[in-house]
């Protein structure tokens, strides 16, 4: 018989009670150290004071009211993520999915409004994942994900991550925009190698394509600066933002320069939950968290020591373990062992959470609160897992 919740996941078979920072505990008091974050989405750990004081003193205000209204929370965090991005407008959803959708209807209109309707493709790169909508499944990189589930919605095509001739080579005519995750997250966790950003920058620039930059995983101080991005020393023309915004409450955002929307006008897009006053209360105390003085400093540094000590394991394990990848607190480790024997024995023998990724990667995605001592007890954790892999190996 189907279970009363639908099986649409593989779960683990552990409930979790409570949260405390970067600490998880489980119905049967177990504590575990959680490297995982909900996938990259409690950016500022379980229960932060900061965060349930406002969504509970939002709640007994007004929760909802939809977009027929002002919504000052809103028009608030619209401002600040405006005066700390390159965009000059924002539109609120719900999910990282919603505004990949959002970016992707921006920009077709953008082209529309110039008198170009024909250019719709968005050029997508391998091993991306843009979530799971009928749409976003033609941007996913995924083929799995795509079966049995009707025809591939059109307009969607693909080159090679990195790749910048074929890049180039993929421009036609009916082309719209470039759409890619400044770094990859499920799809291993690939970081844009050096200057390709800035490459794409300049190719959408010369053919009169929009830039978009998916950062619903990579975004939202994830990388030790608010915007991935920003350590290219350039700026897409509309990016999506999600998971780490709301700090665990569902908000996503879809960001863009003037130009860039300049296409839209009211009732040509919405949703009835979008931005409203509650999850604009939660995602308005994460920004007060993570714009706070200092703290995006900080999670450079302490991200910077969790690489470097991750890497010292590396060395001490070659046979489990192979590289460290990716950027800030976005860490995989490309595994040499199947990754799930080193995810499952980190969480059993350690009491430690962290999340698969292709490619045989395991992902590190703590809260960007944590402090070195935490960084010491995953290392820790984790050098001790690898030895052990090594020894049954052996
Ligand atoms: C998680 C994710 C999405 C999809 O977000 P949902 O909130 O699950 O819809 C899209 N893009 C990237 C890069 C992601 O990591």
Redesign the pocket.
Known sequence: MVSSVMPTYGRIDIAFERGEGPYLFATDGRRYLDFASG?ATNSIGHAHPHLVRAICEQAGRVMHVSNLYRIPEQEKLADRLVASSFADTVFFCN????A?EGATKVARRYHFHNGEPHRTRIICCTHS????TLGMLSATDKEAYREGFGPRVQGFSHVAFGNLNEMRAAISDDAAAILV?PVQ??GGVNAAPEGYLKALREIADEFGLLLIF?E??CGMGRTGKLWAHEWAGMAPDIMAS??GLGGGFPV?AVLASEKAASGMKPGLHGSTFGGNPLAMAAANAVLDVILADGFLAKVERTAASLHGKLEAVVKRHPKVVEEVRGSGMLLGLKCVVPSGDLQTRLREEHGMLTVGAAENVLRLLPPLTIEEAHVDEAVKAVDAACAGLARDAA
């Open positions: 996938i999910s990282g999915v919603e990949l994942f843009h979530g799971r995750e997250g499920e998916d619903v995983q999600a998971k996503g």
